[in-house]
């Protein structure tokens, strides 16, 4: 997507050096762009956990490049050496980041793709490398085709409405930053202002990490989509006032039967909808969706993060970036990062296959393949 107007993705290989991977380093958005280097399994491991990258897709895409520089700094002295430093990126790289399913995912992926290439170590190495472009290039293209099927909605919206904006609300930063490309909460909104459709996005700020205040509303602002930042409380009373016409959120796991894990306030926006009659739709590729899960608020891991992130913020102030303490020193803080939104308040899914009901019929209505006999 675009960044002063020249076409990025948030990870790639170094164009003259592709044992190297490149992030945007998404700490220090929106005041300075930065492009870091990884180039151990322990600096993608640290890139994850600390999120420099971050948001569902791009874990785990993130991961998949993890596990071929493994590959490629793995020892070769034997196989059984080779293996064991493959096994062992494996379980550190899932170990930083509990609720996006894509980790996992893409391990496992990359961990089946290297098996298949027998005991030959180069021919390993060649299959993480294949693989861990193959995770990305999917992720963009599920993405973008997120986009196709979810403009519809806001189309339909756009008729009703004549020529006043459509409202769209959105959570976090379910962007491209948070991909590979395009994003799955935003994909439908810049195919809507691709096409001349008028959208405006009220961007919740999202506490305490301010994804939506640092990260989305600068990706909408490079895109030229208009865009207003709100507190996260202030949704409820947007949608009592007519002021929302459709909230659009991502997701970091979705159970197969429409339960919906995202940062955590989501499901508070989700009641509010309800409440409100406002459509509620979450957008995901079916990397997000696990399909072992039947009940997402029993069963999906809720990431809790350290309180630092709640009692001290850090922004601009003149040419320097601070840090600053919002609380008594003494008060505790805590950190859940993630909250489940059950499917009956989700309107539908919006995935690369198209819109489906938020539930197992409609999930497994879309992924066939998927059902157990
Ligand atoms: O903690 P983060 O920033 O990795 O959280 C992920 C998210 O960006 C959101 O929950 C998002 O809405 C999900 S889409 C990847």
Same mark, same amino acid.
Request: some cysteine; proline content about 4%.
């Given at each position: ?60 895409? /993130? ?25 062992? =990126? ?21 961990? /089946? =793709? ?28 599920? *993405? ?25 609300? /959105?959570? *976090? ?18 195919? =809507? ?25 600068? $990706? ?7 865009? /207003? ?74 990431? $809790? ?50 819109? *489906?009901?938020?539930? $197992? ?7 066939? $393949?998927?059902?157990?006999?």
């Amino acid at each position: 997507m675009n960044v002063h107007g020249e076409h990025y993705r948030t990870i790639w290989l170094k164009a003259d050096d592709p044992t190297t991977v490149q992030i945007i380093d998404q700490r220090h958005l929106p005041f300075r762009f930065v492009i870091e280097d990884l180039r151990t399994v322990e600096e993608v491991a640290v890139a994850i956990k600390e999120m420099h990258v971050r948001g569902a897709g791009l874990i785990g895409a /993130t991961a998949g490049y993890g596990m071929y520089i493994a590959a490629l700094t793995a020892p070769r002295t034997a196989l059984s050496d080779f293996q064991e430093a493959i096994q062992a =990126a494996a379980s550190r790289l899932k170990a930083t980041r509990p609720t996006a399913v894509n980790l996992a995912w893409a391990v496992e992926r990359q961990l /089946t =793709a290297m098996a298949a290439a027998g005991d030959d170590i180069e021919a390993q190495i060649e299959a993480a490398a294949l693989t861990a472009q193959e995770i990305a290039d999917e992720d963009a293209d599920f *993405c973008r085709r997120i986009g196709e099927h979810g403009v519809k909605l806001i189309e339909e919206i756009a008729v009703r409405k004549g020529d006043a904006p459509v409202n769209v609300l /959105t959570h *976090c930063n379910a962007g491209w930053l948070a991909f590979v490309d395009y994003g799955t909460a935003t994909a439908p909104i810049y195919a =809507a202002h691709d096409k001349g459709i008028p959208v405006h996005v009220w961007v919740d700020e999202t506490r305490p990490r301010n994804q939506g205040a640092r990260l989305t509303a600068w $990706e909408l602002g490079q895109h030229g989509v208009p865009h /207003t930042v709100i507190v996260d409380n202030v949704g409820g009373h947007l949608m009592q006032h007519g002021m929302v016409d459709l909230v659009i959120v991502g997701s970091d796991r979705t159970t197969y039967t429409g339960d919906v894990a995202n940062k955590i306030g989501t499901y508070l926006k989700a009641l509010a909808a309800n409440d409100n009659g406002v459509p509620f739709y979450v957008a995901l590729p079916s990397s997000t969706i696990d399909w072992e899960m039947r009940d997402g608020l029993a069963e999906i891991p809720i990431e $809790e993060r350290d309180a630092t992130e709640v009692r001290i913020m850090d922004g601009r102030s003149g040419d320097e970036i601070r840090e600053i303490l919002i609380m008594p020193e003494a008060s505790r803080a805590a950190n859940f990062a993630f909250d489940v939104t059950p499917s009956r308040l989700v309107t539908g899914l919006i995935t690369e296959r198209g819109v *489906c009901a938020a539930s $197992e019929a409609g999930v497994l209505g879309l992924y066939p $393949e998927k059902r157990k006999e």
